[in-house]
């Protein structure tokens, strides 16, 4: 893996985990049910519409593509796959 | 024998098994982070809507996405997939490099809130043992060399 590819990875990583660790928080700013662009462990954008998330991310000036979305499930919501 | 770690962490209402990892094509060329439920209730690895739009692929990389749609069912809706034969995910904190047939979900009732999935199809393809213990928060798949 190359350092970039490193350093992509591990920025991702990191916000996919401060993302799901900080859940209760980002919920209590109002992004329940909302997609949610994570960025240096910050919100960067949150919209119900990821179509238009993603269109707010590239005026932004930002890849989507590199940059770590979820989505804020409500409190008590559970995923069966 | 190689490890992977996984992350486990509450997710939609459970602790999980997450595998971070970039999901690399050389065509279409894609290239990008993925974050994936371990899911060995899930024979393959597919690629969630999220991630999918997030790639934003033109019509002429999604024809390049050869095969048949597969129909499948995710989380309660029905969609059908289009295989990537020849897609490598990248693991950190290791020099794993796996190429395999990935799932895209090209048409049907998309749920962009569905996770990407890794399933038992990639632990077959490396003879891998998962160890899950979310006790004690600790996940990790075995591989041979």
């Known amino acids: 893996m190359t350092n970039q590819e490193l350093v992509l990875l591990k920025n991702f990583e990191e916000d996919s985990l401060w993302f799901n660790r900080n859940i209760e928080e980002i919920r209590k700013e109002g992004f329940t049910k909302k997609f949610v662009a994570i960025k240096g462990k910050q919100i960067l954008e949150g919209n119900e519409n990821i179509d238009f998330l993603i269109q707010q991310l590239e005026k932004k000036g930002e890849n989507p593509s590199f940059i770590f979305i979820g989505f804020v499930y409500p409190k008590g919501f559970t995923l069966i796959l | ?145």
């Open chain 2, 1 to 145: 024998m190689k490890k992977i770690p996984l992350s486990v962490e509450h997710f939609a209402g459970n602790l999980r098994a997450i595998a971070h990892f970039l999901l690399r094509s050389e065509d279409p060329h894609l290239f990008i982070p993925i974050m994936a439920i371990v899911d060995t209730g899930s024979p393959l690895t597919l690629i969630g809507p999220l991630d999918l739009k997030k790639m934003r692929l033109s019509k002429i990389q999604i024809q390049k996405i050869e095969g048949k749609l597969n129909p499948i069912n995710v989380g309660g809706g029905e969609v059908s997939t289009k295989i990537l034969e020849k897609t490598k995910l990248k693991f950190s904190n290791t020099n794993v490099e796996i190429e395999m047939p990935v799932h895209f979900p090209l048409r049907g009732e998309e749920n962009p809130t569905q996770p990407s999935l890794l399933g038992v199809d990639f632990m077959l393809k490396t003879k891998a043992k998962l160890y899950f213990n979310p006790s004690r928060k600790e996940a990790y798949f075995e591989i041979e060399d």
